[in-house]
């Protein structure tokens, strides 16, 4: 893995004994213990991230909200500063570029934080996309100057208050605010990947370890745990958050995906008219929660059948530890995606019964927004 990407915490994992795998292009901790015991902890108290190889890009101009509204599905010119958006980036066929946040700092100022695997094709997309037009804008790619910690869990914010200068319960779902945790200057945002309660902080890189380091100090009496991204995996997926690669990719639109409520049709946006006319004509497939009935999990790739016929695949799936489920995300055609619906998971060239059910799988402590 020598030429893989390393985070500002990569001699951190190391020190906690993390097994490192790769992800994405960066060598990253997949478990520390155990990812049940990581994931019990930030269903239960809290568990502390890194996802510093998040990327990060800054728009700042005159324009900065208009191309951040034209760039994406959702509205950035409905948000007040300080408040954040998720939102679909489609191509010109509505496909999904990628999936992201958009932070409205200003008037004159948005950042967007991106996947991992998508920093340097994001990046060149958003610089493709200020040509369409002439933006006044600047463009920087600031994910190597950027370290961020998610901090997860319904004890969170009683955690985090014990070293937190910033008024944390001031802070709504899907709002940030800028100010020091344990001294260091951060970006503190109310939101994440778990289905739980907590908060994104973005520092500077030198500042990585230091703000790790006392996180895990002050919950320590708490039983905070570092998770990796096998727990982190775990936990969007009994929320039913998007993985990109697995449920988005360039070829699903954000209407298959059940993301209608971020596309907001009233507004022009790059990639509008090809969803505008696959809403017009109807969708062939949409994504679905399956309960897998008979023994076996259903893995991502997996094709699903019924009526003798190949009717989607599985995007993924999971034994559900929150549910006790064997679970499944999965993309169903037309007349079969129906919640009860009977439908079957072939497995090892072994069809497994399984039922559409509605989703998300578990609901957490997380807020709604203000």
């Not at 324009?63 to 007040?80: G, R």
């Not at 200057?185 to 778990?194: A, F, L, N, Q």
């Not at 989607?312 to 995300?329: E, F, H, I, Q, Y």
Request: charge should be neutral; hydrophobic fraction near 40%.
């Amino acid at each position: 893995m020598g030429d893989l990407k390393k985070t500002p915490l990569y001699h951190e994992h190391l020190r906690l004994g993390a097994r490192m795998v790769e992800f994405g292009g960066w060598e990253m901790p997949v478990q520390y213990e155990s990812i049940i015991e990581e994931h019990k902890a930030v269903r239960t108290v809290a568990g502390l991230f890194d996802v510093s190889h998040m990327g990060e890009i800054s728009i700042k101009g005159n324009d900065a909200v208009a191309f951040a509204d034209y760039l994406v599905t959702n509205s950035v010119s409905t948000l007040k500063n300080g408040e954040i958006c998720y939102t679909p980036m489609c191509n010109e066929k509505g496909g999904v570029v990628d999936d992201l946040l958009v932070y409205r700092i200003s008037n004159s100022e948005v950042m967007l934080v991106v996947n991992a695997s998508n920093i340097d094709k994001d990046y060149n997309w958003v610089l493709e996309r200020a040509k369409d037009r002439d933006f006044s804008i600047t463009l920087s790619n600031i994910s190597n100057q950027t370290a961020q910690l998610a901090f997860q869990g319904p004890k969170a914010e009683e955690i985090l208050k014990e070293i937190s200068q910033v008024m944390l319960d001031e802070i709504s779902f899907y709002h940030f605010t800028r100010g020091k945790v344990n001294g260091i200057d951060c970006i503190v945002s109310r939101t994440g990947y778990t289905g739980e309660d907590g908060f994104e902080l973005y520092v500077s890189t030198e500042a990585a370890v230091p703000l790790w380091r006392k996180i895990l100090e002050v919950g320590a009496s708490y039983g905070v745990k570092p998770a990796g991204l096998g727990a982190r995996d775990l936990l969007r997926f009994e929320a039913c958050y998007m993985l990109y690669g697995n449920e988005l990719t360039d070829e699903i639109t954000p209407l298959e995906a059940g993301l209608k409520w971020a596309v907001k049709f009233e507004k022009e946006f790059y990639g509008r008219q090809a969803l505008l006319e696959q809403r017009e004509k109807g969708l062939e497939k949409r994504l679905r929660g399956l309960e897998l009935l008979d023994k076996g999990i259903a893995r991502h790739g997996y094709e699903i059948y019924a009526d003798d016929k190949n009717i989607g695949w599985v995007s993924s799936g999971m034994l559900s530890p929150s549910t006790g489920k064997r679970l499944a995300l999965a993309y169903v055609k037309k007349s079969y995606w129906k919640a009860g619906t009977e439908v079957f998971v072939k497995i090892r060239n072994k069809l497994v019964k399984a039922q559409v059910v509605k989703t998300p799988f578990y609901r957490g402590s997380v807020k709604s927004k203000a």
